[in-house]
């Protein structure tokens, strides 16, 4: 097995900054006179032998600003943040539904094209929350506004009332749900929080302490403290899951790549505005059993970095080293997938690591033969946290003033 890399600050942001190239470089780009309906998309996953390249949907895009962001504000280089309005521009100009007579779609974002019928919450929250992060960059009010709309949406059209819950996937010509009771859906809570931080409007409040309540009640594993998944309501939905997010541990299914759920519990807990919570209670149990029983290695590329964001989500919030300080050992071996190749922009900086069947996208290929945005951007926002110079509020219910207006 390799060594470990020496994960220095100076390290990580060598690091950081080169994923956030690798977005720069691999971002769909119109050139004049050539038209291209893609302008502003990223890679979702790119087969390196083949060069056969899977374009981004919404939550591509959102990850992607992320990490664009805040290189940006780490830097002060254009580059970054012009790459993430062109990524904004997508989502707000071919992706979210603006026809007001469609009230189902009103305000969504469309998964994957402008032509799809439906949408992923989770997905299309991700996208969203990129338009709030270019809103407190910008102070663009266009940006704010389809946040809202996009709220507005999800609270009528996603949330399930009687349930206290979110819904897997919106149809808008069915009513179709594959992933109902999913704990994927407490990775939503940020931009929630965010958001009632930007207006001060009070439904936005709640839905932080509903999903926060939510992963409590249904997600959080009260022997071990970990996160387990939901009730699967169909095979599809339990195969899904089980691709890139959970695992068999003991006959169940936990969740390594929690997705950004964790994150849920913070939010709660800055919500209460209290130096303690049951939130914050959770949180810790979390991050412990992390350290301290999650066995390792682990089958999923992106476990390890996803983890590392909560883990130093919870330093930020509590002061205590010790959990930063185990990021940077699980990042220090994550690091040895990002691919260091000069002159080949169409992978350098990016790192390998695709958990969902690699041979859904290319017969007899292996997921360690791909770059995708998902492991590099997790990746990157670990490193980004890590290094110290940049805390903005992707994944985390902080730093969302320390994003600069331009």
Same mark, same amino acid.
């Given at each position: 097995?390799?060594?470990?890399?020496?994960?220095?600050? %100076?390290?990580?942001?060598? !690091?950081?900054? $080169?994923? /956030? @190239? +690798?977005?720069?470089?691999?971002?769909? =780009?119109?050139?004049?006179?050539?038209?291209?309906?893609?302008?502003?998309?990223?890679?979702?996953?790119?087969?390196?032998?083949?060069?056969?390249?899977?374009?981004?949907?919404?939550?591509?895009?959102?990850?992607?600003?992320?990490?664009?962001?805040?290189?940006?504000?780490?830097?002060?280089?254009?580059?970054?943040?012009?790459?993430?309005?062109?990524?904004?521009?997508?989502?707000?100009?071919?992706?979210?539904?603006?026809?007001?007579?469609?009230?189902?779609?009103?305000?969504?974002?469309?998964?994957?094209?402008?032509?799809?019928?439906?949408?992923?919450?989770?997905?299309?929250?991700?996208?969203?929350?990129?338009?709030?992060?270019?809103?407190?960059?910008?102070?663009? %009010?266009?940006?704010?506004? !389809?946040?809202? $709309?996009? /709220? @507005? +949406?999800?609270?009528?059209?996603?949330? =399930?009332?009687?349930?206290?819950?979110?819904?897997?996937?919106?149809?808008?010509?069915?009513?179709?749900?594959?992933?109902?009771?999913?704990?994927?859906?407490?990775?939503?809570?940020?931009?929630?929080?965010?958001?009632?931080?930007?207006?001060?409007?009070?439904?936005?409040?709640?839905?932080?302490?509903?999903?926060?309540?939510?992963?409590?009640?249904?997600?959080?594993?009260?022997?071990?403290?970990?996160?387990?998944?939901?009730?699967?309501?169909?095979?599809?939905?339990?195969?899904?899951?089980?691709?890139?997010?959970?695992?068999?541990?003991?006959?169940?299914?936990?969740?390594?790549?929690?997705?950004?759920?964790?994150?849920?519990?913070?939010?709660?807990?800055?919500?209460?505005?209290?130096?303690?919570?049951?939130? $914050?209670? /959770?949180?810790?149990?979390?991050?412990?059993?992390?350290?301290?029983?999650?066995?390792?290695?682990?089958?999923?590329?992106?476990?390890?970095?996803?983890?590392?964001?909560?883990?130093?989500?919870?330093?930020?919030?509590?002061?205590?080293?010790?959990?930063?300080?185990?990021?940077?050992?699980?990042?220090?071996?994550?690091?040895?997938?990002?691919?260091?190749?000069?002159?080949?922009?169409?992978?350098?900086?990016?790192?390998?690591?695709?958990?969902?069947?690699?041979?859904?996208?290319?017969?007899?290929?292996?997921?360690?033969?791909?770059?995708?945005?998902?492991?590099?951007?997790?990746?990157?926002?670990?490193?980004?946290?890590?290094?110290?110079?940049?805390?903005?509020?992707?994944?985390?219910?902080?730093?969302?003033?320390?994003?600069?207006?331009?």
């Amino acid at each position: 097995m390799a060594k470990s890399v020496k994960l220095t600050d %100076a390290e990580c942001k060598r !690091r950081a900054l $080169l994923a /956030a @190239d +690798w977005f720069v470089n691999t971002q769909f =780009v119109q050139r004049r006179p050539q038209w291209d309906a893609n302008h502003g998309r990223v890679i979702y996953n790119y087969h390196m032998p083949t060069g056969q390249t899977v374009l981004g949907l919404s939550w591509s895009q959102g990850r992607a600003i992320m990490c664009l962001l805040a290189g940006w504000q780490l830097t002060g280089r254009s580059k970054y943040l012009d790459a993430a309005v062109r990524c904004g521009d997508y989502l707000r100009y071919a992706l979210q539904q603006m026809d007001r007579r469609h009230g189902v779609s009103f305000g969504s974002l469309r998964e994957e094209v402008p032509t799809s019928r439906f949408s992923y919450p989770r997905d299309g929250i991700e996208g969203a929350f990129g338009l709030l992060m270019l809103h407190a960059a910008t102070g663009e %009010a266009d940006y704010l506004e !389809r946040c809202e $709309l996009f /709220a @507005d +949406w999800y609270l009528t059209n996603a949330y =399930v009332a009687k349930e206290r819950w979110v819904r897997g996937r919106v149809g808008f010509d069915d009513d179709e749900d594959f992933v109902r009771f999913s704990y994927i859906q407490g990775g939503g809570s940020p931009f929630f929080w965010h958001l009632y931080g930007l207006t001060g409007k009070a439904k936005y409040q709640r839905m932080v302490r509903v999903l926060g309540d939510g992963m409590l009640e249904r997600f959080i594993d009260e022997q071990s403290g970990a996160i387990v998944s939901g009730p699967p309501v169909a095979a599809r939905s339990k195969e899904a899951m089980m691709r890139h997010h959970a695992m068999l541990l003991n006959g169940r299914p936990v969740v390594f790549n929690d997705d950004g759920s964790s994150i849920a519990l913070t939010c709660a807990h800055a919500a209460t505005g209290k130096p303690t919570s049951k939130y $914050l209670d /959770a949180a810790l149990r979390y991050g412990d059993w992390l350290i301290d029983a999650c066995p390792r290695p682990i089958e999923r590329f992106v476990a390890d970095s996803m983890q590392s964001v909560f883990l130093t989500e919870l330093t930020a919030v509590t002061g205590q080293a010790r959990y930063a300080g185990f990021a940077r050992g699980l990042m220090a071996g994550q690091v040895r997938l990002q691919v260091e190749a000069p002159g080949k922009p169409d992978r350098h900086g990016g790192y390998r690591g695709e958990d969902e069947p690699a041979e859904a996208y290319v017969k007899g290929s292996t997921g360690k033969e791909f770059l995708t945005t998902r492991t590099t951007a997790y990746s990157t926002l670990a490193l980004f946290r890590l290094h110290g110079g940049v805390h903005g509020p992707s994944y985390s219910a902080l730093g969302l003033k320390t994003l600069r207006k331009g």
